[in-house]
């Protein structure tokens, strides 16, 4: 015999497990019933957990993917390779950064290089190790760029330029020595060269 949900109202045959209008439980209902919705609302509680997994996992991987890319573009690969020369004590490596718009000749860096070096050697003595940490980069203003693209009649235009300061940390036995570079760089035709190389 037929009696009616307590909640809505609706009648609901005496072994329905639940309202087939509001889904409130029929306590009288089969137990076969009963257990088969919440083994279905378990089933779709696990299919949407493992939904979420994998978009959270694609998430991750084009994260990690953007990351890479530009990580290896713009101009972190030339700064890598000039960081990678001083630490190298590789003169003619920084060299070829420097093209026509650098505000120094290839010697004048060459020699700007050297001198860090020679104070290095002369606080530490030789054999020491040098590694270069990059403590600041800030980009050119768009304003910057235009005002230098209109100053000067090259080919090429700037298309992006950097300040960088990088810090050197000589050592050799427990010993020492910090000395400080300021680095400017500019894209021009999808390569980035040296605008200019000081000692601080």
């Known amino acids: 015999m037929g ?14 497990a639940f309202c087939p209008s509001c889904g409130t439980e029929n306590p009288t209902g089969n137990m076969a019933e009963r257990q088969q919705f919440v083994d279905n609302k378990k089933k779709n509680i ?13 998430a991750v991987i084009v994260a990690f993917t953007a990351q890479y890319i530009y990580s290896s ?44 070096y020679d104070e290095m050697q002369e606080e530490l003595g030789d054999d020491y190790k040098i590694k270069c940490h990059v403590t600041g980069v800030q980009h050119y203003s768009k304003h910057d760029i235009d005002t230098e693209n209109e100053s000067y009649d090259y080919e090429e235009e700037i298309t992006d330029a950097i300040d960088v300061e990088i810090k050197a940390v ?31």
Request: charge should be negative; aromatic fraction near 10%.
């Open 3 to 16: 009696k009616f949900c307590k909640n809505c109202g609706t009648p609901v045959h005496e072994n329905a």
């Open 46 to 58: 696990k299919k949407g957990l493992i939904i979420t997994v994998i978009v959270l996992s694609l």
């Open 73 to 116: 573009t713009g101009y972190r690969p030339a700064l890598g390779e000039i960081v990678e020369a001083i630490e190298d004590e590789d003169v003619d490596t920084l060299t070829d950064f420097v093209e026509d718009r650098s505000i120094q000749s290839e010697e004048e860096i060459a020699d700007e290089l050297q001198r860090s």
């Open 170 to 200: 000589s050592q050799k036995d427990g010993e020492t020595e910090e000395v400080y570079y300021s680095l400017g760089l500019y894209e021009e035709g999808g390569e980035w060269n040296i605008l200019f190389f000081f000692i601080n």
